[in-house]
């Protein structure tokens, strides 16, 4: 990246607090984190490190307590719950574990999503959904319902709906999670190509080193605080300390 | 509109998940606009019915029979007393302001023959006036004028059930001689047909012929000029209630009885009559039309129930929807169109079944009904209200929920 060009994600003393009852739950304590657009980083962390908080704060889903987060030129904090979902809908596009996809909805629809909430034309958003299954590899499963489609080509029509609105974004929380290592392999390439081709920005959480190592960067997360942020070739050894 | 066509799709996914569960959801509803639509048919039926038995027996009529005679303290059947005279009709006309037109019948049943056919029905001596206060039309011919009444000319106007009866179909009764008690009458018109009254008897079962004829030549009188009925119409509807105190007093004066003593004669308003099997018909009614609405409620409310359990079950779903950009109106819109499609449905069913419920009451009870499409039209909007109004508490409860704790939900 260009010197002075301003971060895609800018997070800077974020805090996340919970109240359980009377215990206060600090989530997030400080944090901040710089990504540039176009870049594949890791999060890594023990469960209850605070790494799917920060994930949820950076896809908008919630919002900081203190602090503050800047989606490209846009303060996040300031966002309507409604202005955050306008943001979700045509910017971030989400990969989840368990890819949540609508169980009685075709791969087509399911892709179409985004873009119903997006108001895109009813061709159009049927003539794109056909295309982005196709780029994941799912040419003529367009009718197929979730249940039809194993657990690799679910998350590849759940990727397919993530990128239905083009977002510069994509936030995916532990995506092969479900998965065997078969298909995790070919959900880690496709989000390789992706990156390469679409030119899309793609965090993702995961607690596996092997998937780790597909990523540029690695951020380790423990108790609401990120403790090393470092590029692939030098978090080996700070993935290993986190898998001990 | 894309965001509609995709709420009413999916709505219609959401229902066809689950028929059973549906179905007995939409019950209430179904109930509820099924009886609406039955009860406003078989009121409305029951109305026309009336509206209709007021039109045949003549608009804003006043009946006048002579009453019960009492002799040694027995009484025989009201309209025996032969107390009633055609100079206590024309005093009416005179004399009562709110009275318009009078007319009066002797009314004997005979036998009636015509080649070899014959048949026994009600003849009836009546003035040139009585069509025009039955407001009765001819259909062929003409009626008899005062001339043929003064002279008591043996000339006859025929219902057309007794032409029915005498003539053979497509011969044309004009001109024919029939006799009456034995006594040939020419046929100088043909009645139009009126149909039956509201308790069944058959009005064009009749023969009309010059009161002073009847009186002279067929029927015979023990006394000249009484009369069987006086009919007084109203000179308009709004004197109506006037009429009957009138004839009252003006025949109590003439009939000499004394205050404190029962009329010798019998006033019936028709209309009141009318008035008043409506306003019963009308009671009922309404008091059906509240139990509907009482099982449009219950419907609503089940309606409100299985939404939340919708609501409860898909909360994943929508923790997707919100996820994916959809923003609480889109999540409101969905299940409020939801909601409103399972009372719409209902609503279609309970028409169907309203109008199906109302053919087999028409045939089975043999009431008159007459189906309304304002009243369906209405009880489908307000099953589509009931809809709306129910089904918002699900659907902002679904709105409301955080995307992050629903798409975390089990």
Redesign the interface.
């Known amino acids: 990246m260009a010197p002075g060009t301003r971060p895609l994600i800018q997070l800077r003393d974020v805090w996340k607090v919970y109240h359980l009852g009377d215990v206060e739950v600090r989530a997030l304590r400080g944090i901040s984190l710089d990504i540039q657009a176009g870049e594949f980083v890791a999060i890594v962390g023990a469960s209850g490190s605070g790494k799917s908080t920060c994930m949820?704060l950076i896809?908008c889903?919630?919002q900081p307590t203190r602090g503050t987060y800047r989606l490209g030129d846009v303060d996040v904090a300031a966002l309507s719950?409604?202005e955050r979902?306008?943001i979700?809908?045509?910017r971030i596009g989400?990969v989840?574990q368990n890819f949540?996809?609508?169980?009685?909805t075709t791969a087509l629809e399911n892709v179409a999503?985004?873009m119903?909430?997006?108001?895109?034309?009813?061709w159009k958003?049927r003539r794109r959904a056909r295309e982005l299954l196709a780029a994941v590899g799912l040419r003529g499963r367009e009718r197929h319902l979730p249940s039809q489609l194993s657990g690799g080509q679910q998350q590849r029509v759940a990727i397919a709906?993530a990128l239905?609105?083009g977002p510069s974004l994509l936030l995916a929380d532990e995506p092969t999670g479900n998965l065997d290592s078969q298909s995790s392999i070919e959900i880690m390439d496709l989000f390789v190509r992706l990156r390469r081709e679409r030119h899309v920005t793609i965090i993702l959480v995961t607690h596996e080193p092997h998937i780790a190592e597909y990523t540029r960067r690695v951020v380790t997360f423990r108790d609401g605080r990120i403790v090393s942020d470092l590029p692939r070739a030098a978090s080996r050894h700070t993935l290993e300390i986190v898998r001990g | 509109m894309n965001l509609i066509w995709m709420s009413v799709v999916t709505a219609l996914r959401a229902l066809r998940r689950n028929v059973l569960r549906s179905a007995l959801t939409m019950l209430g509803v179904i109930i509820g606009v099924a009886a609406v639509v039955t009860m406003v048919s078989i009121g409305r039926g029951a109305n026309a019915a009336v509206q209709q038995e007021i039109q045949s027996l003549g608009n804003n009529l006043v009946m006048i029979i002579p009453g019960a005679t009492t002799v040694s303290g027995v009484h025989t059947s009201s309209g025996s007393a032969g107390s009633l005279t055609v100079a206590d009709a024309t005093a009416i006309t005179k004399e009562c302001p709110a009275v318009s037109e009078v007319a009066w019948a002797k009314r004997q049943v005979v036998q009636v023959v015509y080649g070899s056919q014959n048949w026994a029905t009600p003849a009836q001596g009546v003035p040139p006036s009585y069509l025009s206060v039955r407001e009765w039309p001819l259909s062929a011919g003409r009626f008899f004028d005062h001339r043929d009444d003064a002279s008591a000319n043996p000339v006859a106007v025929l219902g057309q059930t007794v032409v029915d009866q005498l003539f053979t179909p497509g011969e044309d009764p004009l001109g024919a001689t029939i006799r009456v008690k034995n006594v040939p009458f020419e046929v100088i018109g043909v009645l139009a047909r009126k149909g039956q009254t509201a308790w069944g008897q058959d009005q064009d079962d009749v023969v009309l012929i010059p009161f002073l004829t009847a009186e002279r030549r067929v029927l015979g009188t023990q006394i000249l000029g009484t009369v069987d009925m006086i009919v007084a119409a109203a000179a308009t509807a709004d004197v109506l209630p006037k009429v009957e105190p009138q004839i009252r007093a003006l025949l109590r004066e003439r009939h000499r009885i004394p205050s404190g003593q029962d009329d010798d004669f019998t006033v019936r308003d028709l209309n009141e009559i009318a008035e008043a099997s409506k306003n019963a018909s009308a009671v009922m009614m309404n008091l059906l039309l509240s139990v509907a609405s009482v099982s449009l409620l219950v419907g609503g409310i089940g309606i409100m129930n299985i939404m939340l359990v919708s609501v409860t079950e898909r909360t994943r779903e929508i923790g997707v929807r919100l996820a994916v950009g959809a923003r609480t109106g889109h999540i409101l819109l969905q299940f409020l169109v939801e909601a409103t499609a399972l009372s719409l449905v209902g609503g279609a069913v309970g028409i169907v079944l309203g109008f199906a419920a109302t053919r087999l009451i028409a045939y089975l009870a043999q009431w008159p009904t007459l189906l309304s499409a304002p009243a369906a039209a209405g009880a489908f909007l307000v099953a589509g209200a009931i809809g709306i109004f129910f089904g918002f508490y699900p659907a902002r409860r679904a709105a409301r929920l955080d995307p992050i704790a629903a798409l975390r939900y089990e």
């Open positions: 949820n896809g889903l919630d719950a409604n979902a306008a979700r809908n045509r989400f989840f949540n996809l609508l169980g009685r999503l985004p119903i909430y997006a108001g895109v034309p009813f958003q709906r239905a609105n």
